[in-house]
């Protein structure tokens, strides 16, 4: 269900004009700006970090559209034929805006309209989205636990943690990623993923509906390990859960959220202006100190102890998937649909 948070305006227009946020000097622009986005905790971050700390002083008037990310990239396509859709900027996993900019549905991004775009680490840089944060979907698990750390990605089918393995239903892409590779498959072609989900049923694995609700069973016990981002692991022992997380021996999906203006959005303006905040060092940086994700730019800067938590080995970035994102465009129904009848059906 797609429900909206609205928060006045803090700031006057000349706040906007002053931090360069109105495109067309004398010409009455709309400050409502809509978000497509996530709820929960990162919603929340969004707000404090993005909305309330650089947008709103600015002038602009952020409306949250929260939703999950299947309903969200379907809005994005199927409303780019209208003449206005219903975002000004949308938040998805690198995957699923792939599937948007290959239809046509997102406007070019550049130094001339997202004015920290230079900034952008380069090998994040892409044509039609910009990188919010980035990490990796690694396996989580509880060390009191599980007392010796999972080195193969074979541990989220051991038959030891029956009834204790848990999958976010939002990860289903990454979820049958890593069930193709344990079943002979490759990233550009999942056969054998099917195999696996039905071995996760066999095993009594919980469906949660939520990243938080991952979190939840992990703290009370009800999951002993997932797949999640190494960020979540991170944030969640903020919270005092026992975590640890691996890059498992044969790899690990990554995790990359990416922002973008839809080429029909009713303020053009503001969703530009939203991907210049979220590339904010100051947004950067609380994304990962709040939530363990790594910054995507250059300038971004956080404490070697930080990074020692939260990054990865030059032997674990080694090891991190490439993802065939032509092909989870051409196949993701499919992949859900078989995710769907298997474990929900």
Do not use: C
Not at 133 to 146: E, G, M, Q
Not at 166 to 187: E, P, Q, R
Not at 205 to 210: C, F, I, V
């Amino acid at each position: 269900m797609t429900s909206f948070t609205r928060r006045s305006f803090l700031a006057t227009a000349s706040a906007a004009s002053a931090f360069g946020l109105l495109s067309s000097p004398g010409i009455a622009q709309s400050k409502d700006l809509v978000v497509g986005t996530w709820g929960g905790t990162f919603g929340d971050l969004l707000k404090e970090n993005v909305d309330e700390a650089i947008l709103e002083p600015a002038g602009w008037n952020v409306l949250q559209e929260v939703s999950g990310p299947v309903p969200r990239r379907t809005k994005l396509i199927t409303e780019r034929t209208q003449r206005r859709g219903s975002m000004d900027a949308a938040l998805l996993a690198d995957f699923d805006m792939h599937a948007a900019a290959k239809v046509g549905a997102l406007e070019e991004l550049n130094a001339d309209n997202v004015a920290s775009y230079n900034n952008i680490l380069p090998f994040l840089q892409k044509k039609h989205s910009v990188p919010l944060i980035y990490s990796a979907h690694a396996i989580v698990y509880r060390k009191d636990l599980i007392t010796t750390p999972p080195e193969s990605i074979a541990e989220l089918w051991n038959p030891a943690y029956k009834g204790k393995i848990g999958l976010s239903d939002f990860l289903y892409t990454s979820n049958m990623a890593y069930s193709a590779i344990a079943n002979g498959g490759t990233l550009s072609d999942f056969e054998g993923a099917e195999k696996g989900v039905q071995q996760w049923k066999d095993l009594d694995a919980k469906l949660l509906p939520s990243t938080e609700a991952v979190g939840q069973a992990l703290s009370s016990g009800d999951i002993w390990i997932t797949i999640i981002s190494a960020a979540r692991g991170y944030s969640w022992n903020k919270s005092g859960i026992d975590l640890g997380w691996v890059i498992p021996e044969e790899g690990a999906f990554p995790a990359v959220y990416e922002a973008a203006v839809p080429k029909n959005a009713r303020n053009t303006d503001g969703g530009m202006a939203y991907m210049d905040a979220l590339l904010n060092p100051r947004a950067q940086a609380a994304f990962a100190e709040k939530m363990g994700y790594l910054p995507t730019v250059k300038n971004g800067s956080i404490s070697p102890e930080l990074e020692a938590q939260i990054g990865f080995t030059q032997a674990e970035q080694n090891r991190l998937w490439q993802p065939d994102l032509d092909f989870i465009m051409e196949n993701q129904a499919s992949m859900l649909d078989s995710w769907n009848r298997t474990l929900k059906g």
